[in-house]
C-alpha cells in the first residue's frame, strides 16, 4: 500500500473522478444519502486515507495537502466533501487510544471509513473490560458507508454521571464498529441533504475498553502518532469542515462568471455581466473568499511548520485556527450570499445550483465548531475572560 504521494497527484485523482462525483450529486440529495460509486471512487483514489498514519499504510499528508484536497472535492459536490471531511477526521482521535485499540481499528479496513457525532447526552456504564453503550446520536454524516463511528458519552456512576475532580461529567471517546448502529431516516434539512446525516442508535452495545479513551488533553499520542500530524490534534479536523464551505463559495462564484456571460436580464439591453453591479458583486464575492482561504492557509502553514519543529501547540495558535475556520465559513457564506443577490432569478429556479450552494453553505454555518459564535469564544479569552469553548483545551 502507498505511503507517499504529492498533491498533484492526488489533485489529478480529484480530477479523474469529478464526472462520478458530479454525475452522482443529484441522487444524494435525492436520496439524502452519499451514492455508493462516489465512495468507491474515493475510495480507489486513496482520499480516505489522507490522515490514516504509515504505519497502519497511510498516507498522513499534511494539513496543507489535504485542505487542497478536500476544496477540491467539494467544489465537485458539497456531500462527497462533507463526508470525506469527517472522516478525514476520525484518525485524529484514534491518537487518544490505547495502541492495541487504534491497530484493531485500523487493519479491520485497507482504507477505513469514519463517522459519528461528538453531540453530547447519551451514557455509559462502566462493566468489566469495558463498558455498555446505549443511546442515539444525531448528525451521523456518512454513517450508511462508515467502517466504525466515533461517540462521545457520560460516564455513569449507577444512575448519576460520573464527575471528575472539577465536578465536571467525565466523557469518553468510544469507537464501535457502524454495523452494530442502527441508522434512523431522521436527515431532513435545508441544505447538505446528501451526507445522509442520519440519528443512529445503539442499545446496551458492549465497548471494549481499547476501544476507548478519556476526553482530556493529549498528553501522549499512540505509537503510530507521533508524526507532526497529530500534535495538532483536533485542530485539523475541526478546520477541515471550511474548506466545504469553502468549495461551495468557490463552485457558486464559478456558476455566476458563466451565467454572467449567456443572461440578459428582462426588460434590460445589457447582459448580466455588463452591469456594474453584478461586477461588483463577483469581484466582492472572489475578495471575500480569497482573504478567507488565505487566512485559513496562512495559519495552518505557520501550525503546521512548528508542529514539524516538534513544538506543542500553544493557545495562541488554537485561537488563531479556531478563528481562520470560524472566519472562512463566514466569508464563504457572504461570498455565495453576494452571487445569490447577483444571479437574480436565476438563484432560485431548481435547474440552477445557485439555490443549492445558498441552502448548503447556511446549513454549515449552523455548525458548532465552525459557526460565527465561535468568535465570541475566541473574544472572551482575548480579553481575559473565561471562554465558554472547552475545547481550547485540546
Known amino acids: 500500500m502507498e505511503t507517499t504521494v504529492t498533491v498533484d497527484a492526488l489533485l489529478n485523482r480529484v480530477k479523474d473522478i469529478a464526472p462520478i462525483i458530479r454525475a452522482y450529486a443529484p441522487e444524494a440529495e435525492e436520496k439524502r444519502r452519499l451514492a455508493r460509486p462516489v465512495v468507491d471512487a474515493m475510495l480507489q483514489a486513496g482520499l480516505y486515507s489522507m490522515s490514516r498514519p504509515k504505519a497502519f499504510g497511510g498516507l498522513e499528508v499534511d494539513p496543507i495537502t489535504m485542505f487542497q484536497v478536500l476544496e477540491a472535492v467539494a467544489c465537485q459536490d458539497s456531500a462527497a466533501g462533507w463526508n470525506l471531511c469527517l472522516s478525514s477526521g476520525g484518525p485524529y482521535f484514534l491518537a487518544w487510544l490505547p495502541d492495541d485499540g487504534a491497530a484493531e481499528i485500523m487493519s479491520s479496513q485497507p482504507h477505513t471509513i ?22 442515539q446520536w444525531p448528525f451521523a454524516s456518512g454513517s450508511h458507508d462508515c467502517h466504525w463511528l466515533l461517540f462521545l458519552p457520560q460516564i455513569m456512576d449507577g444512575d448519576q454521571p460520573r464527575l471528575d475532580h472539577q465536578g465536571r461529567p467525565v466523557q469518553r471517546f468510544m469507537f464501535l464498529p457502524a454495523h452494530k448502529a442502527t441508522i434512523l431516516d431522521t436527515w431532513h434539512t435545508l441544505g447538505m441533504r446528501g451526507t445522509g446525516s442520519h440519528d443512529v442508535v445503539v442499545s446496551d452495545l458492549f465497548i471494549p475498553e481499547r ?145 443549492r450552494y445558498f441552502r448548503d453553505v447556511h446549513t454549515i454555518t449552523q455548525h458548532a465548531f465552525v459557526s460565527a459564535s465561535r468568535y465570541e469564544s475566541v473574544g472572551a479569552l482575548m480579553l481575559g475572560m473565561e471562554s465558554d469553548w472547552g475545547f481550547f483545551a485540546f
Not at 114 to 135: H, K, M, N, Q
Not at 258 to 271: E, I, N, V
Not at 277 to 289: I, K
Request: hydrophobic share 45%; charged share 15%.
Open 114 to 135: 469514519t463517522g459519528g457525532s461528538f453531540t453530547p447526552g447519551p451514557r455509559a456504564i462502566p462493566v468489566d473490560g469495558g463498558y455498555r453503550l446505549s443511546g
Open 211 to 355: 476501544h476507548t479513551a478519556p476526553l482530556v488533553p493529549l498528553e501522549q499520542p499512540g505509537t503510530a502518532f507521533q508524526g507532526p500530524l497529530y500534535r495538532l490534534t483536533l485542530w485539523v479536523p475541526v478546520a477541515i469542515m471550511a474548506l466545504v464551505a469553502l468549495g461551495i463559495a468557490r463552485s457558486a462564484i464559478d456558476g455566476l462568471i458563466a451565467l454572467a456571460r449567456t443572461k440578459t436580464p428582462s426588460y434590460t439591453g445589457a447582459s448580466l455581466g455588463q452591469r456594474q453591479v453584478v461586477q461588483r458583486q463577483v469581484a466582492e464575492a472572489e475578495a471575500t473568499l480569497g482573504a478567507g482561504r488565505a487566512y485559513l492557509y496562512a495559519t495552518f502553514q505557520e501550525s503546521w511548520a512548528a508542529a514539524v519543529q516538534g513544538a506543542e501547540i500553544t493557545l495562541a495558535q488554537k485561537l488563531t485556527m479556531q478563528l481562520a475556520a470560524s472566519h472562512l465559513v463566514v466569508c464563504a457564506a457572504k461570498a455565495v450570499e453576494l452571487v445569490h443577490a447577483a444571479a437574480g432569478t436565476s438563484a432560485i429556479r431548481n435547474e440552477y445550483q445557485f439555490q
